[in-house]
């Protein structure tokens, strides 16, 4: 037999579905009977006991803080919130016309040029302070240029959350509303080996640096069929007036072939376990805010996409409504998910990073055989 250059290759599968890329201790999903747990511990548990705080410290530091850990870190995140005055420069030149995605993946990219990696003593650090300034960053661009103030980038809350919405608002949020988001923070902020955090982990492989590989894992997560869909969802259930409205334009959709946003999930098959907990808080504001239409539109689609396509909803769909009822513009939307996820991200390529091997796969060819060089000259 004719030894080759190459290892023999597997097969392909589409989009990499079903393939195992590499190791993780840091998330599950559907594996261990519980559908997803974050080092361990059950998704339930901690977006109904737990802070965002406490979940990130969880993610990035390896376990759960204790009192005076939380007590520490709450500080030091409060501490990282503002922004370099030569950042504040960078955010006022983008338009107000940009998609906020863009002000993310470009204000982080520029503090990691102001801010090198090299110069926090604590590798973890970098995260906080990417975690901690990523609501000023997006909320001081929005400011100055739908108003034109250039506002403080520090608040007094006590979480990202209130933080975030304070800093949106101009006020101390309702505390149902911080609650919200807070669980919301939680739910999206880790889920294994999805398109953005494979991107993060693919960057570090390199050895490059933690701004560049979340740079790559905003661009990443900007897209509709993942990160994008929050904002896609939102879209769609505004445009109809009533259920019924609802259930007639969904069947058109569908008969079109069109995809539905928020629906259907790569690894989940019959449900996404966060999407009961998120759909029960949206559920809670639609009453608080008066806002009951647009929940009965997006429980009427929920029931039209199970009926029709035996689809469920995915975490982005009961989002959507969630931010929506807390006065949150759409294009913010998958920009709060990039704030959470961050931690996420952090907490795989610090994994990569202590444990690594270049990824780098090999692709199945199907172009050409090998042919003659064809000289300018001759080619037509
Ligand atoms: N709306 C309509 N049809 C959908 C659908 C949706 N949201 N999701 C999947 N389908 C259809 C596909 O078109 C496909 O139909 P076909 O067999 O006739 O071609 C079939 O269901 C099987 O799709 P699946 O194998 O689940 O696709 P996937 O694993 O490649 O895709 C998603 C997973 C998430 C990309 C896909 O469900 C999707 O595009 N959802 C909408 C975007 C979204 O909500 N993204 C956020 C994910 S958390």
Redesign the pocket.
């Known amino acids: 037999m004719s030894e080759t250059n190459n290892n023999p290759k597997p097969k392909t599968t589409?989009?990499l579905?079903g393939v195992i890329a590499g190791e993780t201790e840091i998330c599950t999903v559907g594996q261990t009977g519980l559908d997803l747990t974050y080092r361990g511990y059950d998704i339930h548990d901690l977006a109904a006991n737990a802070t965002f705080e406490e979940v990130a410290y969880l993610l990035i530091y390896g376990k759960l803080p204790n009192t005076l850990e939380l007590t520490r870190y709450k500080k030091h995140l409060k501490r990282l919130r503002n922004l370099p005055a030569s950042l504040k420069v960078v955010l006022e030149q983008i338009p107000g016309s940009a998609d906020p995605m863009d002000v993310m993946r470009t204000g982080c990219s520029a503090l990691g040029a102001l801010e090198p990696e090299s110069r926090f003593n604590i590798e973890y650090h970098i995260a906080d302070r990417l975690i901690a300034c990523f609501p000023a960053m997006l909320l001081y661009w929005y400011h100055y240029q739908t108003h034109g103030i250039r506002i403080e980038t520090n608040t007094d809350e006590e979480s990202l959350a209130g933080h975030f919405l304070h800093l949106l608002h101009g006020e101390s949020p309702d505390e149902v509303m911080r609650q919200a988001i807070d669980a919301s923070l939680i739910l999206y902020a880790e889920?294994e080996f999805?398109a953005s955090t494979f991107v993060s982990r693919v960057a570090i492989s390199t050895r490059s640096d933690l701004p560049s590989a979340i740079t790559a894992a905003i661009g990443t997560l900007k897209g509709?069929?993942?990160?994008?869909?929050n904002e896609?969802?939102m879209l769609l259930i505004q445009k109809f007036q009533t259920p019924d409205e609802a259930e007639a334009g969904l069947m058109e959709?569908?008969k079109k072939?069109?995809?539905?946003?928020?629906?259907?999930?790569?690894v989940y098959r019959k449900s996404?376990p966060r999407s009961d907990v998120i759909k029960a808080w949206s559920k809670r504001l639609s009453t608080i805010t008066g806002e009951t239409m647009i929940y009965a539109i997006s429980e009427r689609i929920e029931a039209v996409?199970w009926r029709e396509?035996k689809?469920f909803p995915?975490?982005?769909?009961y989002s959507a409504s969630t931010f929506y009822f807390c006065s949150i513009p759409i294009p913010m939307f998958t920009p709060l998910f990039v704030i959470s996820r961050t931690s996420g991200w952090a907490a795989h390529a610090f994994e990569q990073r202590h444990n690594n091997k270049l990824i780098r796969p090999s692709a199945d060819y199907t172009g050409p055989q090998p042919r003659a060089f064809v000289p300018l000259a001759d080619r037509i």
């Open positions: 589409g989009g579905a889920h999805n509709p069929l993942h990160g994008g869909a896609a969802a959709m569908l072939k069109e995809l539905v946003m928020g629906f259907g999930h790569r996404d996409m396509r689809l995915n975490l982005d769909f």
